[in-house]
């Protein structure tokens, strides 16, 4: 696999030589106008679904093809959704609906067994967040035999309630799902400020104090670890071995953003609280160092990566996240608008100045603190920019809905009881003996950034 990725990505150097040096012109963006942002949307969204095979005759629904992770497929998915909820725009919905729901699985909680044998926490969670999303802004429904997209998301919560382990570190969940895969030594945040960001969510949106519960218990968790430090920065992990006491101390946008998008629900679903709101002003601060100085203080930059150009395919999406929860956060925590947007707004004219280059003259790049295009293609490049060019619509629309006040998704508060299957997840047919290369899978991954313990982020340029 990494010899197919190394491939790839020479092939993608070329691309660079023969169209990124056009003189294309960047994509206009009035933030004055509503239909300038939109049609700027528009360009990025349909240069990203143009990675995006699965409504073709023949080709696997909800996946994204080599060398993207499934997850990043439901994270596309969720950008979909708010691309029709902040636009207006309906091209899509069918394909993101089909898509969203040919992942679920056969007990509807996001374990299909194409994924199930190397699927992480973090994964999951990112497909509970599209279907969150779709009950929170009103996305249309499902057809009725379908499972409603907030018992999807309810499902792959209490899924994940019962991996919480409190046998090690005190609590917390693991990166990796079964312990046949790497990584299932290793507590990272993404996975557990995604549960405590999935079940602020959850309370909000079903008053259901159980959900709160399992948010104040995951927060403190994250606060309570090394993970997460007194100035409000999120470092990526830590490993059991060593009682999670020592922190991989790499910062991720999308980290301290999940954190912000629980914080801000928590905020607004218990009616303004105090503690809230210093946690989220906390967490606002916490982003930071992603808007560096040196490039004017209000660019957003992936810093453990971008500078040194060493970005895998995962990791430009993860601007797109920040952009978004920070976004959502103005609509659940009013106050924080011109802060946020302070930021925000110049990013996007950054983002919209890069989308000039590539095949289409108007394909997005990565850095957007530079004027030329730098020829950084990808899924993860298109969809950073569509999320913080969308998001200044953000004031126009109706926040989030909830079961009380607008909502129209039906809940299960049972989805997902039925506990994981590792003999399932490491063989759908229970036929087949497990193989050294099927328990390596996808944590090639993982096990890369296990070693970023020793070897830094030097790791990053070899995905």
């Known amino acids: 696999m990494l010899f197919t990725r190394r491939k790839l990505q020479l092939l993608g150097a070329l691309t660079v030589l023969l169209l990124g040096g056009q003189q294309a012109q960047a994509i206009q963006l009035d933030l004055n106008n ?4 939109k049609s700027a949307a528009r360009t990025c969204a349909d240069n990203m679904m143009t990675y995006y095979k699965g409504n073709l005759s023949g080709m696997p629904q909800g996946l994204l093809p080599d060398p993207y992770y499934w997850w990043e ?22 394909v993101v609906t089909q898509g969203m729901l040919a992942q679920v699985g056969p007990d509807n909680d996001y374990m299909p067994p194409n994924q199930t044998k190397t699927e992480g926490n973090d994964d999951q969670v990112f497909w509970a967040y599209a279907a969150m999303s779709a009950a929170e802004l009103k996305y249309p429904d499902p057809p009725a035999k379908s499972p409603s997209w907030l018992a999807l998301a309810q499902a792959v919560f209490n899924l994940q309630v019962s991996r919480w382990d ?49 948010a104040d218990k995951s927060y403190a968790w994250m606060v309570a670890s090394p993970l997460f ?42 009616n303004g609280n105090s503690t809230w709101k210093t946690r ?17 203080g209000k660019i957003m930059v992936e810093i453990a990566c971008e500078p040194q150009v060493t970005c895998n395919y995962d990791q430009p999406s993860f601007k797109a996240y920040l952009s978004r929860w920070m976004a959502a956060t103005t609509q659940l925590v009013p106050y924080t ?18 989308c000039s280059g590539g095949p289409n003259g108007n394909n997005c790049g990565r850095f957007w603190y530079q004027k030329q295009f730098d020829g950084k293609l990808g899924v993860g490049e298109e969809m950073s920019a569509l999320s913080i060019i969308q998001n200044q619509l953000i004031s126009k629309v109706d926040p989030p809905v909830t079961a009380k006040q607008g909502g129209t998704s039906k809940g299960d508060p049972s989805a997902g ?29 993982t096990a890369l950034v296990l070693a970023s313990l020793v070897g830094g982020t030097a790791w990053i340029s070899f995905l």
């Open 229 to 270: 430090t007194d100035k409000y920065e999120v470092f990526d992990g830590a490993q059991i071995e060593n009682n999670c006491t020592i922190a991989v101390r790499l910062q991720w946008t999308y980290n301290v953003g999940a954190m912000l998008m629980g914080a801000a629900n928590m905020y607004n679903y218990t």
């Open 417 to 445: 009881s039925q506990g994981d299957n590792p003999v399932a997840a490491a063989d759908p047919n229970a036929n087949k003996k497990i193989t050294t290369g099927d328990k390596a899978g996808a944590g090639i991954l």
């Open 73 to 94: 497929a439901g994270a596309m998915f969720g950008q979909m959704i708010e691309y029709w909820y902040l636009t207006g725009d309906e091209t899509y919905n069918d």
């Open 337 to 354: 608008y011109d802060t946020v947007f302070n930021k925000l707004s110049a990013s996007a004219q950054g983002a919209a100045g890069q």
């Open 34 to 37: 509503d239909k300038s942002i």
């Open 280 to 296: 989220v002003d906390g967490l606002l601060k916490g982003t930071d160092p992603f808007f560096p100085t040196q490039y004017g």
């Open 166 to 214: 409190t046998e090690h570190c005190g609590g917390g969940l693991r990166w990796q799902i079964f312990s046949f895969n790497k990584g299932y030594d290793y507590k990272n945040s993404i996975s557990n400020a995604g549960f405590f960001q999935l079940s602020a969510r959850l309370a909000r949106y079903t008053g259901n104090q159980t959900y709160a519960d399992w």
